[in-house]
């Protein structure tokens, strides 16, 4: 498919890439803004709106042919309350739902989270198949919003990613890439979980994998891409982008978690040594591929000033 697609969240993280990379792919892209800004390169149209209180998502979406939805609350924005990420994200997504099915929009892309379907770390490898178990209210919020485009006419697809990493990417990526960066050795060698990505490049490859697919779609959709590493393996794929040695010391993981208990980074650890590896199934049956292997990725990113 090629056409008119209307895109939420644009200045943001992946919305930006989504922008660059869709107009790359042939398509028209219109942004629709929460405030009058300039509008972002390589859009062909603006439209100014909130969608908490939508004014002209007529006019917003007039001759559009599907909605890609990226904008929404951050799960980095871990301090927000519930309230706030119901509303961001999941009463949002449903006005603008009911906005699209009237527009008679063909289909509607959300760009929801594998937060959706389970926590921040998963025993074994999660599937689409699996039932939907969110742990926070981010999580809760995404799926949430994914319930209200169910009850919709819509013909829509709610894409699930993994952690994403790319240029500009906040959160645990940075924090990986600042670690990385440091010239000091790494007590993490000894740390066997593994856990799924995805770049910036296969997600956008992904959202144009479901913009043409034959339908109905009407589904969540897991994106990961097919080789989770561990983290030794992403600090030494890191470092190797930066042309320097892995630098990692197998410290054991129980002298590491006590470590982190005595100076209050439990959490931190939890998330750092527990893995998440899922399988993008779905995508793969429409053709989806990804756009390079993670250890690649990683590289490259490491590599960008």
């Not at 990692?248 to 209050?264: D, K």
């Not at 399988?279 to 590289?299: F, V, Y």
Request: with cysteine; charged share 20%; glycine share 10%.
């Amino acid at each position: 498919m090629t056409g008119l697609v209307a895109l939420t969240g644009a200045t943001g993280f992946i919305g930006r890439h989504l922008l660059r990379d869709l107009t790359a792919r042939g398509y028209r892209v219109r942004v629709l803004l929460r405030r009058p800004v300039a509008v972002p390169e390589g859009a062909a149209s603006a439209v100014v709106g909130d969608l908490t209180r939508p004014i002209n998502m007529a006019a917003a979406l007039a001759d559009v042919d599907a909605v890609v939805h990226s904008a929404g609350l951050a799960h980095a924005m871990s301090g927000a309350p519930e309230d706030d990420y119901r509303t961001l994200n999941a009463e949002a997504t449903r006005t603008l739902a009911r906005a699209a099915e009237r527009a008679r929009v063909r289909r509607f892309v959300f760009l929801s989270s594998i937060r959706a379907q389970t926590g921040a770390t998963a025993p074994g490898i999660v599937t689409e198949t699996d039932p939907a178990r969110p742990t926070d209210a981010y999580g809760r919020s995404k799926r949430e919003a994914e319930a209200a485009l169910a009850e919709t006419g819509l013909d829509w697809a709610a894409l699930r990613p993994v952690l994403v990493y790319g240029p500009g990417a906040k959160g645990n990526v940075a924090a990986l890439l600042r670690l990385a960066r440091t010239p000091y050795p790494l007590p993490l060698g000894a740390l066997t979980a593994r856990r799924s990505l995805i770049s910036l490049e296969s997600l956008s490859a992904a959202v144009d994998a479901v913009l043409g697919a034959p339908g109905p779609l009407r589904r969540p959709l897991i994106a990961a891409d097919p080789d989770p590493l561990t983290l030794p393996e992403m600090v030494a794929a890191l470092r190797a982008g930066l042309g320097r040695r892995p630098g990692l010391v197998p410290v054991p993981g129980a002298l590491l978690g006590l470590a982190c208990r005595l100076t209050g980074r439990e959490a931190l650890f939890s998330r750092v040594a527990g893995g998440l590896v899922a399988q993008s199934d779905g995508l793969d049956a429409l053709g989806w591929r990804p756009a390079m292997t993670t250890r690649e990725g990683l590289e490259r990113l490491a590599r960008t000033p």
